[in-house]
């Protein structure tokens, strides 16, 4: 069974810093990779997502994360952090599956927290 | 917009009751999927449905049934409520395939 690590469990931050968020996952075929971010009080929104193509993405709010098939990586990253985005984040991880549903197997998140 | 709401903000439960939980997604998607959120766990698949009436485990689905009637409707059912349930569901909906998930707000939910 494939599995999603964040090695980060909680970040403090002060604004204008940059942020770095790892994931690393197990399953060796062929993925879509997903970022989720979930706002204090809110549901869960998606940042970002990678299927195929540049391994460089950008997402919203000025996130952008690389992935690095030889490492196993999708880590996130923004370089000067605001107070607005304290929240959790989630990396997720789907097996590439033409057919049906598209399982997605996430990490145990990060706890995000920007200091003034 | 995708929209995608559940229920109920907050329940209160006692064990042995059945519980219902129930959501509803307004984007026509073909799939749907329930989570619980634990802390220090991050989100655990139950159960999810990628047609009408069809339904498979995830990767935590016991103690749990599902039930889809309609595309719109997914509920997730605890057949005889215990507190280790006690957690928050997630809802999710997607368009078949590969697309990114869509989520409700969330029930927190209390088995006392």
């Known amino acids: 069974a494939q599995s999603v690590s964040q090695h980060n469990h909680h970040v403090i931050l002060s604004e204008a810093a940059s942020l770095e968020l790892g994931c690393n996952y197990s399953?060796?075929?062929?993925?879509?990779l997903f970022w989720y971010v979930q706002y204090p009080g809110q549901h869960l929104q998606l940042l970002l997502k990678?299927?195929?193509?540049?391994?460089l993405v950008k997402g919203i709010k000025g996130f952008e994360a690389e992935f690095i098939k030889s490492k196993f990586s999708f880590n996130l990253r923004k370089p000067s952090v605001q107070w607005s985005d304290t929240a959790e984040y989630f990396c997720a991880v789907g097996k590439w599956d033409t057919g049906t549903a598209s399982k997605l197997t996430f990490g145990t998140g990060t706890r995000l927290q920007v200091t003034l | 917009d995708v929209k995608v709401t559940q229920s109920s903000r907050y329940l209160v439960k006692r064990t042995g009751e059945k519980v219902f939980l129930e959501c509803v997604q307004d984007m026509d998607h073909e799939n749907m999927f329930w989570y619980r959120q634990d802390p220090g766990l991050g989100l655990r698949l139950i159960y999810f449905?990628?047609?009408?009436?069809?339904?498979e485990k995830g990767d935590i689905p016991e103690g749990y049934s599902v039930s889809r009637e309609k595309k719109e409707r997914f509920s997730l059912i605890l057949e005889s409520a215990s507190t280790n349930q006690t957690s928050m569901y997630l809802c999710a909906s997607s368009h078949r395939g590969n697309q990114p998930q869509h989520f409700g707000d969330g029930t927190r939910l209390s088995i006392l």
């Open positions: 990678y299927f195929s193509g540049d391994p």
């Open positions: 449905s990628y047609d009408v009436k069809m339904k």
């Open positions: 399953y060796g075929g062929t993925v879509n």
